[in-house]
């Protein structure tokens, strides 16, 4: 990765584990049977998932444009 200034990818979910347990708990039909699988793989899908970047360099930094701010209460 070291001959790129950007690499983007998705962002794996707290999900995936859950999904996994749910299935093998029967939850989505017997396990191994169609419509289980289906709905499983449906679940773990990578569409679903968000984007990340990975600026590398200076270079792919200096790209970037500041836009806005928001302020975030955990309140």
């Known amino acids: ?35 289980a699988d289906k709905m499983c793989i449906s679940l773990l899908l990578p569409e679903g998932l968000q984007d990340q970047f990975c600026f590398r360099s200076e270079k792919a930094i200096s790209t970037l444009e500041f836009l806005k701010s928001e302020k975030v209460s955990l309140e």
Do not use: H, P, R
């Not at 790129?4 to 707290?14: F, L, M, R, T």
């Not at 996994?20 to 419509?35: C, D, K, R, T, V």
């Open 1 to 35: 990765m070291k001959d790129y200034d950007v690499v983007s990818g998705k962002i794996a979910n707290d999900d995936t584990n859950a999904t996994i347990l749910a299935y093998m708990g029967n939850l989505y039909g017997s396990m191994e049977s169609e419509q």
